[in-house]
DNA sequence: CATGAATGAGCGTTCATTCAT
DNA sequence: TATGAATGAACGCTCATTCAT
């Protein structure tokens, strides 16, 4: 993508070219950062398992922590791609974030560990890069913000308008908990069960109006 | 505390001085830790920080991992105890779940940073320190348990008894989010609307029952 | 050698290369362990002998003990090539005795610094590394046993059998006396005389027959 | 003794105290040394195993190395004191040869690791301090060239005068060779062997004549 | 373009020794 | 005399990065 080739300069001339060896990068990367996390895995490790040369890979990044950035992008990419598929403009405001929902803990069931990676290694990334992946940590928030805005405007779904954001960032949130809160919630629940409860309190909150006041009060 | 003599033996004798030169550690660490990171922080630069030489800072502990240790294990226990500080016996269930709740988000402001921190260096650590530290998280998760189900005894609470645990878990993450995601909620709500929405959502939740089925509609 | 490359990884890929650098390695590190022995020499000093970079010297080996080991083994390969290149088949017994022992202590004598060395060292060997050490002190007295029986079949060496494995050591540790002794008998004896009476005290035992009891008298 | 407080200051007044805090040291860093050599032996634990602390053991001595040598000089003390039990002038050349050879391969039995001990940590002496015990070696190798001289005297040991050095020198090395070479020697000998064959060889010399050529054959 | 040997600053940690109490 | 907490120079070793081939 142009974007990684402005963030990331390459002495390699061939777009093709770098686009294929930051792919294997990325795979690589992936597999050895959920094993060991970033700060354990060395340059050198990281290369074996990318089956590129030290040098090579040198090649197509500049620092450790650019095939950090790339694998967090790429990351975020597919989490955003695979809950922007779940989104029809045919549906309703609700019926879209039923399927969205369902979307969202399908795929943190499925992506878990690399989530979980960006998640907890996000941190380690220099200031510029840690902002560009924050924004789209901020775009893939956004889906959820346009979905509750197209409930409120067809009536499916009641909401005070300021809450908006905050109750897609509870959204995501609820999605990554499965994974950074795997270790407590996967002895008590499957994915399946988690899926039901959270949507259920979900969707009760977005149902019933959300018009409550601090206490928990239906205000008239 | 015993078990950090037992965790983290020390070469010195004197319990008292050991128990306040790891304080003198704790608090340099943690102002380093907050500003730099864990691993970006050198032993020497937390020695310096602390006040003592680095030969002195390693007679109290044995490893770096273990200035984590002591660091993640201070903050956890001062947010157990000030949860633990606004339950009482003489409330209903959910007028203490109100309490805490909104003790839960003052101290989330209170130790935003320092919190932040053991959010995002607890894997950092070894797996029988980490061990230790998750099992104390889930301690204090139970204290939201212990209420719900206080509320669900006297009535004032209703909730499916199976989505306790998942609920206790909301909660906790629900304030963490607060140090986690403040990069981009701090940018829309204050503390105090970011604690009287989350309460809303919560408590409404609560009061209207929580039998509702996966398509947020109450059961009948 | 295929021995070294298993028992002392390296993270260069050229065998050549490895094998020149390590030739290197032990060159400068018996420079500097003569003269300072092996614990005092640091990392560092070893290297700067060897005209390598630490981290380069640290491509060929693993730890400092390592760099002892390929002394030590290195040494030994010399005195036992050395010590075999006397050994003729056409020989009696007792005439490749007589020449294999003014090899020997014609050995010790040039070798006289480096022999001292694997002497002293070779207990800060790692317990594999010392056992590897160890057999090849034992196959270079078997030399000297392979001899001795040698010259038992065609009777030009009498000796009783179950002694052979001794007066082997015996032999050994005469020619390495020079080394760890030659700060007193050096002032007395120079390596001419000193060859020249041990053998006489060696060869009058084996000529003599070895047939003694306890009390030096021979049996009849 | 004096000659320890002149090589070692202490700043302690009380000579009796100085007498016994140092045998205290001595038995201590014994058993430590043999179990772990003196460089993997740290100050604290030489002071641990003597009882003393390490404030009170640095009273006593002034470097790690005092620690040292006080143990190679009592070990050598020993092995004298021991050796010279044995001669006694009523008896012939010989027949004090005979004993003080006996003594001299059960002492090494008995005090094997002890003795092992001096012989591999000697080197890591300081300079004047190795010349001292050094010194002390020669002595105890004295003993047995009077026992030879005396043997001469009335005609019990035929030897060449010149040999003599070199011979007690030889009979030293048989000594110590029991402990350094234990750990091949063991595996085929045990003690009464080893000293009944290394006796026999050595008392064939000392009665058949010692006036051989360097081939071996008895002079005319 | 690809390679991998070379580099050295910098890391975490140790431990002999001192000295205030 | 006895103590043991404090010290910091120095150690062995790592690893991100470079660059000659």
Redesign the interface.
């Known amino acids: 993508m142009n974007k990684n080739s402005k963030l990331i300069p390459s002495m390699i001339k061939d777009q093709r070219l770098i686009e294929q060896r930051r792919q294997q990068i990325i795979e690589g990367a992936v597999r050895l950062f959920v094993q060991k ?1 970033f ?1 354990k895995s060395t340059t050198r490790e990281i290369a074996r398992e990318c089956g590129l040369s030290i040098g090579t890979m040198y090649e197509y990044i500049q620092t450790k922590e650019d095939v950090l950035y790339l694998v967090c992008d790429h990351i975020h990419s597919e989490l955003e791609q695979r809950l922007q598929e779940s989104v029809s403009d045919d549906d309703t405001g609700i019926e879209t974030l ?1 399927k969205s929902l369902k979307q969202l803990f399908k795929v943190m069931g499925e992506m878990r560990t690399s989530v979980l990676l960006i998640y ?1 290694e996000t ?2 990334l220099p200031k510029d890069k840690m902002a560009y992946v ?1 924004s789209k ?2 775009e893939i ?1 956004a889906i959820f913000e346009r979905i509750l805005e197209k409930g409120m405007n067809d009536g499916t779904i009641r909401i ?1 308008p300021s ?1 908006v ?3 897609a ?2 959204i995501m ?2 999605g990554q ?1 499965w994974t950074f ?1 795997h ?3 996967g002895r ?2 499957d994915l399946d069960e ?15 109006g ?1 018009n ?6 239906l205000s008239t």
Chains 1, 2, 3, 4 share one sequence.
């Open positions: 996390g700060h039923r907890q941190k380690s924050l940590e901020e928030t005070d809450s954001k905050l109750m960032h509870n949130v609820m908990m809160r270790w407590a919630l008590h629940y988690y899926t039901e409860r959270q949507m259920a309190f979900l969707l009760g909150e977005f149902t019933s959300g409550r006041d601090g206490n928990g009060n």
